[in-house]
């Protein structure tokens, strides 16, 4: 455990520094102002290097760490009550400033991380019965989309900067039914998400029988 708050620690450190080089001095210098501050921010591996060591730790902790909390009930509240921590603090970070110039700016995402990988590890602790999956369709749909969630990640924001600048279906339906708009955003990224995975799994599949076809082939 410790050697994963170490771990944790590094990118946290590597990622806020590395933002307040990017908000403080290299937008300013090269002439951009502060809304170029979220490309900074967050589209630069180095500035998301948090996210992937808050991931990896948390995958080691469930793999090699025993369950201290055994009551289910227990796990349950602890998840609600993270889940409510998450909402706290980025309403709170936000009113101070997300992608802005000072340490609120530099340590919003990180934070944020934290939070959410607590809720993360609490939630995924809670068992849940083979009859409750079965028959409750939000799980069911939480489960399906959780297959998908890598592919949906990586396309979403080009995805959707695309479809709310250039779709006239799009920019109508929000200035009438914001709502609907934003959820029929959220039906494409996920659409496109799915595709993804399903072509690239049919190509990993497709290569893999040829390998081993090429195998069985090959004189002995």
């Given at each position: 455990?410790?050697?994963?708050?170490?771990?944790?620690?590094?990118?946290?450190?590597?990622?806020?520094?590395f933002?307040?080089?990017?908000?403080?001095?290299?937008?300013?210098?090269?002439?951009?102002?502060?809304?170029?501050?979220?490309?900074?921010?967050?589209?630069?591996?180095?500035?998301?290097?948090?996210?992937?060591?808050?991931?990896?730790?948390?995958?080691?902790?469930?793999?090699?760490c025993?369950?201290?909390?055994?009551?289910?009930?227990?796990?349950?509240?602890?998840?609600?009550?993270s889940?409510?921590?998450?909402?706290?603090?980025?309403?709170?970070?936000?009113?101070?400033?997300?992608?802005?110039?000072?340490?609120?700016?530099y340590?919003y995402h990180?934070?944020?991380?934290?939070?959410c990988?607590?809720?993360?590890?609490?939630?995924?602790?809670?068992?849940?019965?083979?009859?409750?999956?079965?028959?409750?369709?939000?799980?069911?749909f939480?489960?399906?989309?959780?297959?998908?969630?890598?592919?949906?990640?990586?396309?979403?924001?080009?995805?959707?900067?695309?479809?709310?600048?250039?779709?006239?279906?799009?920019?109508?339906?929000?200035?009438?039914?914001?709502?609907?708009?934003?959820?029929?955003?959220?039906v494409?990224t996920?659409?496109?998400?799915?595709?993804?995975?399903?072509?690239?799994?049919?190509?990993?599949?497709?290569?893999?029988?040829?390998?081993?076809?090429?195998?069985?082939?090959?004189?002995?």
């Open positions: 455990m410790s050697c994963g708050s170490c771990f944790y620690s590094g990118g946290g450190i590597v990622t806020v520094a933002k307040a080089f990017m908000f403080h001095y290299a937008i300013p210098h090269l002439g951009f102002d502060s809304s170029y501050n979220f490309w900074g921010g967050r589209n630069i591996c180095i500035s998301v290097l948090d996210n992937f060591m808050l991931g990896m730790t948390l995958a080691f902790v469930e793999k090699n025993r369950q201290i909390i055994r009551s289910n009930v227990i796990r349950i509240v602890l998840a609600a009550v889940a409510w921590g998450v909402y706290a603090v980025a309403g709170y970070l936000v009113g101070k400033g997300c992608h802005t110039d000072n340490l609120y700016g340590t990180s934070v944020l991380t934290l939070v990988t607590i809720f993360l590890y609490f939630a995924s602790s809670i068992v849940l019965s083979d009859k409750l999956i079965q028959y409750n369709g939000i799980i069911r939480l489960l399906w989309l959780s297959k998908y969630s890598y592919a949906v990640y990586l396309l979403h924001l080009e995805i959707a900067r695309n479809v709310m600048a250039k779709s006239a279906v799009f920019i109508v339906l929000r200035d009438r039914h914001k709502i609907l708009a934003y959820l029929g955003l959220y494409i996920i659409a496109f998400g799915y595709l993804i995975h399903k072509l690239t799994e049919n190509i990993h599949i497709r290569n893999a029988f040829m390998v081993r076809k090429e195998k069985e082939e090959r004189p002995q």
